[in-house]
């Protein structure tokens, strides 16, 4: 093992630290208003890890829930709130609410190009 | 209202009355009766409470992923108390001091985290939508399946104890690697785990949104859909669990040879 085998390790290793560092997820924003999700559909990229940033702007509180993407997370009102998605594969995944399931819901399609 | 209401209720306090039903069959602690069971309850009520009167800045803590740190920290408390009472299933030894403590507040504070959940949702529910009687009697229904499923499951498991070692053993270690499957959980959601694409999908047989992925999720962690970091979690509960047992082994063989430990002469 020469030092230059080191030094090459160590370069490997901070540049892999400095690419970890630097990819910040995309973010997406989901608002809760009237006990409803909206956008009602929200477009992701597929295989990419994505930031969800949830804005309850009522005045109760909700619980985003997901069986499909095993996400669940108190939402405070008028809080926002962030949880991480993915990567996710192509498909459809469904979310809701749970103290109010039958206005509060929704669908995260990801799709293989633009996300929006 | 009503079924949302007995979904709710299954879906936050059917976990504490598996985690008592586990408890009361596989360790059997001397603090299980029915004094001591009161004063829990009673205590873990009123811990719930505080809770949910401060949820909100424990919610805010750490950037705002404070439920997420407070949930995997009690998990982790929790499955220690499990992981090292494992002791009762290989010896009649009544529990150390220190694994009784380690199990009762362990069991204790799981309990009020999720009682304080489901306040969560019957305040909201009951300010804001007005609909106590709903909430109520959606409440009891709830206590009834949850009762009436710890009986199904206390039996199932007394008969797992004393048909097969091996289902005795598969019970205890799926159940505990539950709690990790939730600590994983909650770091992918909060990004300190990253996650990977799924490995296979039975949603098609057992979906995780069905009545039955709920109830497989809360024995054992069930996931439609695992990942890679699921198949590690589970190794990770393996590897723990069979090295908790060759340490209770190993302790129990030196205090048999060594009579000056309690062992035979």
């Avoid at chain 2, 976990?15 to 009361?24: A, K, R």
């Avoid at chain 2, 602690?29 to 811990?47: D, E, F, H, M, Y």
């Avoid at chain 2, 992981?83 to 529990?95: A, F, G, Q, R």
């Avoid at chain 2, 970091?229 to 209770?248: G, R």
Wanted: include cysteine; charged fraction near 15%.
């Amino acid at each position: 093992m020469t030092p230059s085998f080191y030094k090459c390790l160590i370069f490997i290793f901070l540049s892999c630290m400095s690419m970890a560092l630097s990819a910040k997820p995309q973010e997406f924003y989901l608002t809760l208003e009237d006990h409803v999700f909206i956008p009602n559909e929200l477009v992701i990229p597929a295989n990419t890890k994505v930031k969800l940033i949830i804005i309850n702007k009522d005045n109760t509180l909700e619980e985003f829930d997901s069986f499909d993407l095993n996400r669940e997370k108190v939402l405070f009102p008028n809080k926002k709130n962030r949880i991480f998605v993915g990567p996710l594969p192509i498909g459809k995944y469904e979310y809701f609410g749970e103290y109010f399931p039958n206005t509060a819901r929704g669908m995260i399609i990801v799709e293989g190009g633009n996300a929006h | 209202m009503l079924i949302n209401t007995v979904i709710l209720f299954i879906k936050d306090i059917l976990p504490v009355f598996v985690l008592f039903c586990f408890i009361y069959i596989y360790i059997k602690p001397a603090w299980l009766n029915k004094k001591s069971t009161t004063w829990l309850i009673v205590t873990c009520i009123l811990g719930a409470v505080i809770v949910y009167c401060n949820i909100e800045p424990i919610s805010d803590a750490f950037d705002g992923d404070g439920l997420e740190i407070y949930s995997v920290i009690i998990n982790v408390y929790i499955y220690a108390g499990l992981l090292l009472s494992s002791s009762k299933l290989i010896t009649t030894e009544p529990l150390s001091k220190l694994q009784s403590y380690l199990l009762l507040t362990g069991a204790g504070i799981f309990s009020v985290m999720k009682l304080s959940e489901f306040f969560l949702f019957f305040t909201t529910s009951v300010i804001h939508q007005q609909t106590l009687d709903h909430t109520l009697v959606g409440s009891i229904i709830g206590i009834g399946i949850c009762s009436s499923f710890s009986i199904l499951l206390a039996a199932l498991l007394t008969l797992a104890l004393t048909q097969s070692t091996w289902l005795k053993h598969s019970f205890w270690l799926l159940y505990l690697n539950g709690f990790l499957i939730e600590i994983l959980y909650q770091l992918q959601q909060i990004d300190i785990i990253s996650t990977s694409s799924a490995l296979w999908n039975t949603s098609g047989m057992i979906s995780g949104a069905s009545e039955y992925g709920y109830l497989l999720n809360t024995l054992f962690g069930y996931v439609a859909s695992p990942t890679v970091e699921h198949l590690a979690t589970y190794a990770v509960s393996l590897i723990l669990y069979l090295l908790m047992l060759v340490y209770w082994f190993s302790t129990l063989n030196k205090r048999y040879r060594n009579p000056l430990l309690g062992g035979a002469q």
